[in-house]
Structure formats: structure tokens, C-alpha cells
């Protein structure tokens, strides 16, 4: 391959990058607007269903959610402390870390997110009929795809930024 085709690959490459990067921002902030229109009426924020989503199937350190979300530690906590406040959540120990506690969504938690179900569950059936199920599941197994490279580089760059 010339050169030429090299760096014609390379700024192709680059465009698509960018390209998938702008349509993963503009999803995100769709996808909000949508969360926040579906949380609303349950008294939550999309935040809060997202960290209370997380909990659904079991407790979690603040961490962990943090890990599992993508998000930092920090945001995780106040959204954590606020559901709390809230009632809508509730911090159990943690018998691995007797510092780092466990949220757990409390009864009242439960019944918001059961609040946003019936619109969710809309929501889906749209998103399969615009898209068709076959279609559906390509865009989730894509999505997948992507974050699974994406942690890998983030991996490869934390180990080729550790002192050696």
C-alpha cells in the first residue's frame, strides 16, 4: 500500500471516529431528554433512575455503581445521599468493606421505577417497530461492541501511562 492510500485509510479512519463519537453525543442527549420526559412523573430525575436502576438487582457500593454506570465516583455519591434523603434508597452494610457502604433501593424506590415501566416499555415498542427487532438487536450488540473497544483502550492507555 502507498503511502498515500495509508494516510487516505488513516483520514478515512478518523472521520468515521468522529462520525460515531457525534452520534453517540447526540444519542446521549436524546436518550436524557427521554429519561427525564419517562422519570418525571415518578418523582425522579434521569440520574436517579439511572442509579437506582442500577441497584434493581442487588446492592452496590457507590464504586461499583460508578464502575457499572461510567461515571465518577462523585456524581455517583451525591445522587446516592440525595436518594437516600429522599427515602427512595437506603445504605446497608457491606460485609466486604465495612467502610464503603451498599445502596439498596428502599419499597418507595421500587414503586418510582415501577412508575416508569409502562412508558418505558412504549417507548421499546417504538424504538422495535422504527428499527425492526432484528435491528434492534444489531444496534445493542454494535453499542456493546464499542464500549467493550473503547474500555480496552482505556485500559491500554492507563497501562502505557504507568511509570515503569
Known sequence: MSRAETELERRLEQQLLSRTALGVFRLNGQFLAESERLARPAGLTAAWWQV???VLTGPLSV?????????????????????????????????????????????EGRAAI????????????????ELGEDGLHD??????????AM??????????????
Open 52 to 54: 437506582l436502576g442500577a
Open 63 to 107: 464504586s461499583g455503581i460508578a464502575r457499572h454506570m461510567g461515571i465518577t465516583r462523585q456524581s455517583v455519591q451525591r445522587i446516592a445521599d440525595l436518594l437516600v434523603e429522599k427515602k427512595l434508597a437506603e445504605y446497608v452494610p457491606n460485609p466486604a468493606h465495612r467502610r464503603a457502604k451498599l445502596l439498596r433501593p428502599t419499597d
Open 114 to 129: 415501577a412508575r416508569i415501566n409502562p412508558g418505558h416499555a412504549r417507548l421499546a415498542d417504538r424504538l422495535a417497530v
Open 139 to 148: 444496534t445493542v450488540r454494535a453499542l456493546e461492541r464499542l464500549a467493550r
Open 151 to 164: 474500555e480496552a483502550i482505556a485500559m491500554d492507555g492507563a497501562e502505557d501511562s504507568t511509570p515503569g
